[in-house]
C-alpha cells in the first residue's frame, strides 16, 4: 500500500519572503507544501519540527487512504493525540473505510524556545472582532492578552488556491492593516500553496489548515485563539463542517510548545455581534462581505450581520463600513426567510430569538412572504 512520505522541512528565501517547506511523496509522485513570511518573521519559522506538515497533509492521507512517515521531528504530544484519538474520530466522521496510521522515529518532548507571543487571525469579520473584544477589552490575564495578529492564505481566499486566491489575499491584508495598527499590533502574513495541495472544501477542513501556519511558527507562539464559528451548544460531529467541533480539534492538535484556545466558545452569533457592536474599532473596520472583499450590504452574510446589528439597535454605529441602501433592499426578504425558515437554520433562530426578546418591529411584507415561503417549501 502506498504511504505518504513527508521529508524534514528546510527554510529557503524567495522573491517575496522566506518559506519554510517540506517535500512529501505519495502515489510515486513527488511536491512541496510550504508557508512563506515575511523576511522580518523568517526566525520564527520551525524547522525543529515537521507538525505543520504533517497537520497540513493528514487530509490528504485520508483522502487517498495512505499511512503517514514522517521522517522529521515530530512533537510528542501531536504525535500521540493523532494517532491515538483524531485520526479514528476523523475517519468516522467523514465514512473513511480505513484509519490511518503516522510512523515516524523521531518523535520529541522538548520545548523549542519560544518568544511567548499570543495570537489570533484578523479577518475583522464577528468571531474574529469577539476574540478580540475577549482578549483585550474585557477582563484577561496579561499572559493570555493578544500580542500579534495574523492572516492566512490557506483557503479562505478561495479553497483551490491559485493567483486569484493570491491577488484576494493580498487585497485582504490591504484592509486589515489599518486595523492591526490602530490597535498597535504586529500582522504576521503567511501564504501558502496547501489549497493547491489538498484540493478540498474550505468549509469542512478550515481548522486544520489554518493551525497547520499556526504550527509553523512555533518558535513564535504560546498561545493561539481560533474564533470559533458556531456556539458550543451546536457541537456536532459534521463531515461537512468542522468548526462545530474546533473545540476538540483545539485539544487535539495542541503541542508541548503552542496551546489553541477555541475563542468565546459559549457565545451565540448574536452574542458575539452585541460584543462587537459596542468596540468603536468595529464601527470602521467591521467586514463580514462574501462577495468582493469589501462590505457589499447586500450578500447574505452582510444582510444578516446588519439585520442582527438593527435589531440590537446598533445599526448606524456601522453606516460608515456598510453600504446601507443595499442592506434596505434585502432586509424585507431575509426577515421573511427568518420568519420562515428558523427552526432548521441555527444563525436564522438566533436572531429570530433575539427578535422576540426586543418585541422589533416585522414589516407586515415580510410577514406575508414568510406565509409564500413556507407553502412553497412544502409543495
Known sequence: MS???????????????????????????????????????????????????????????????????????VSERLYYKLNKYLFHLTAEIRGDQKEIKIYCDKVVAEFLPNEGAVGTGLSCGIDSFSTIYNHLVEDCPDDYKITHFTFFNVGSNGSLGGEKARNLFRKRTDLVKPCANELGKELITVDSNISEILELGFYET??????????????????????????????????????HYDIFNMSMLSTENISFFSSCPHHTRVDKTRMVSNYEPAYKYLNVCI???????????????????????KLNEFSSAFNLDNYYKKR????????????????????????????????????????????????
Not at 22 to 45: A, C, I, M, P
Not at 208 to 222: D, G
Not at 298 to 310: A, I, P
Request: aromatic residues 12%; glycine residues 6%; charged residues 25%.
Open 3 to 73: 504511504v505518504l512520505t513527508i521529508h524534514t522541512p528546510e527554510i529557503v528565501k524567495t522573491k517575496t519572503g522566506v518559506r519554510l517547506q517540506s517535500l512529501f511523496r505519495v502515489d510515486e509522485k513527488e511536491d512541496y507544501l510550504w508557508y512563506e513570511v515575511d523576511e522580518k518573521y523568517g526566525q520564527y519559522l520551525t524547522i525543529e519540527r515537521t507538525d505543520a506538515f504533517l497537520v497540513g497533509l493528514f487530509l490528504l492521507a485520508l483522502k487517498k487512504g495512505n499511512d503517514i512517515e514522517v521522517l522529521g521531528p
Open 206 to 243: 478550515h481548522t486544520y489548515r489554518n493551525l497547520s501556519a499556526c504550527l509553523a511558527l512555533q518558535k513564535l507562539f504560546k498561545i493561539y485563539y481560533y474564533s470559533s464559528s458556531y456556539a458550543l451548544k451546536y457541537f456536532e460531529l459534521k463531515p461537512e463542517s468542522c468548526g
Open 291 to 313: 462577495v468582493n472583499g469589501e462590505n457589499c450590504g447586500g450578500c447574505e452574510k452582510c444582510v444578516r450581520t446588519l439585520l442582527t446589528l438593527e435589531v440590537l439597535g
Open 332 to 379: 424585507d426578504n431575509y426577515l421573511a426567510k427568518i420568519l420562515a425558515f428558523h427552526n432548521s437554520n441555527d444563525y436564522m433562530k438566533e436572531i429570530y430569538d433575539e427578535i422576540l426578546s426586543v418585541k422589533f418591529k416585522i414589516p407586515l411584507y415580510s410577514k406575508l412572504a414568510a406565509n409564500y415561503l413556507r407553502i412553497k417549501n412544502i409543495i
